[in-house]
């Protein structure tokens, strides 16, 4: 993500409402957000080139940002229809061991499932402040992932 669409997010944040599911009977446009979540979608080249053809942006309340930091909850994100779904990983059936896990394909939109990916933020901080570059998992005032 360039500078100028950095730019451009943070200044329409306070515009924006939390765009993850919050659960039954609760208006998420009532519900600002203070954060994005910033995902690169692309493809990988000769496998050492990623190549990212656009980001995902979505904003994210205060609640989500903190439940995404800690160890309690799992979120589930359809790629394809942009539903997502809360998993409180103690009444958890599964071990989730990953904060984010990306669905291409869910029960909602489609009845073949494509695909998933995960993102864990704890371990991508971790690995780039070992290489001495910080990139952040959300973007924050000034801040964005790349």
Known sequence: MDTFNTLHLLAELDHEHCHLNHGPGVNSSDIAAIDYIVV?????EDGVREVSVRELVIPVCHD???ALQGDEWTLLFCLDCGESRW???????NRYRHHILWLKGCPDCSNTFGG???TDPHQAITRDHAAGSRQPFMAGPGEFVV
Request: aromatic residues 28%.
């Open 87 to 93: 998993v409180y990983r103690h009444f958890a059936k």
């Open 116 to 118: 998933l990916y995960f």
């Open 64 to 66: 989500c940002a903190d």
């Open 40 to 44: 690169p979608i692309g493809y990988s």
